[in-house]
């Protein structure tokens, strides 16, 4: 763990393939990873935890299977979601966007279960950076 400031800008130059997370920080637990969405992530659920998301520049969609039906949560620059353990979700952009994403250290980026994964997802529990 380093005790100098982390130039977020100085990691993204460093990467471009979107969904393929970095590791930036551990707290606790926890990996705080940066991530580049473009397209469409998969259908995936995570059995015992939540995800948070936080888009730090550009907008993303996250399609959500609850009980009472599907819907589609949309966050632009500056707004956060968590979406909640056990529940099927498909992370989205449009346009492509920046995401800072908080879960415990070695969640695999398609869950628990999800549906057959494409070349254009990286199938990882984060890349430290």
Do not use: C
Not at 17 to 39: E, K, M
Request: no cysteine; charged share 25%.
């Amino acid at each position: 763990m380093t005790t100098q400031p982390l130039d977020l800008r100085a990691v993204l130059a460093g990467f471009d393939a979107p969904w393929s997370p970095r590791i930036v920080a551990n707290v606790n637990d926890y990996d705080i990873r940066l991530a580049r969405f473009a397209g469409e992530h998969v259908w995936h659920k995570h059995d015992n935890t939540d995800e948070f998301f936080l888009v730090l520049d550009g907008a993303i969609e996250i399609g959500l299977r609850e009980a009472d039906g599907e819907r589609t949560v949309t966050l632009t620059r500056e707004q956060a979601f968590v979406v909640p353990r056990g529940t099927f979700h498909k992370p989205s952009s449009k346009e492509g966007a920046v995401v800072l994403l908080v879960e415990p250290a070695g969640t695999l980026s398609v869950g628990d279960e999800h549906e057959e994964v494409p070349d254009t997802v990286d199938v990882t529990v984060g890349h430290r950076v």
